[in-house]
């Protein structure tokens, strides 16, 4: 099995970084329009995307360690057969680093190159600036890529 991994140091608190990965706001300011049903294990929180937003995406909360780590899995999407959707967060001398695994891919072909790409974007420059320069670049403001 293959892993998309990023590794990301933002300069932000650990604290500020696991807000933007678990709360309605933080997360349409960086990835794409959300709704959060909960912060808390086994919620859901659905992700839109498409020109028009139609394109839902349901992520289950697996594990939360505030301020440290935030796991889901795919329920309905794209990404069902794959695995987990880790965010690991440890503090920097330069503010927080982030530690991303999507797990589970079978291959790398060009869905796999193409999520690879659209999650560095939307972590090394969409979340990193909305964090350090209170802008994000989310879907659909983000580069068709």
């Not at 650990?14 to 086994?42: F, I, N, V």
Request: glycine letters at 8%; charged letters at 15%.
């Amino acid at each position: 099995m293959h892993s998309i991994l990023h590794r990301i140091t933002i300069e932000t608190t650990p604290e500020k970084l696991y807000c933007a990965l678990t709360t309605q706001q933080g997360l349409s300011a960086w990835w794409t329009k959300t709704e959060t049903h909960g912060d808390k294990l086994g919620s859901t929180n659905s992700f839109f995307f498409g020109p028009d937003g139609s394109h839902q995406v349901d992520m289950q909360v697996e594990s939360l360690k505030t301020n440290q780590q935030v796991v889901w899995q795919c329920v309905a999407g794209p990404w069902v057969e794959t695995g987990l959707f880790t965010f690991a967060i440890t503090p920097d001398e330069r503010g927080a680093v982030l530690h991303f695994n999507h797990q589970g891919w079978s291959e790398t072909d060009d869905f796999y190159q193409h999520c690879n790409c659209k999650w560095g974007f939307f972590l090394a420059v969409s979340l990193k600036s909305y964090l350090e320069n209170g802008v994000g670049q989310p879907h659909p403001r983000d580069p068709n890529i």
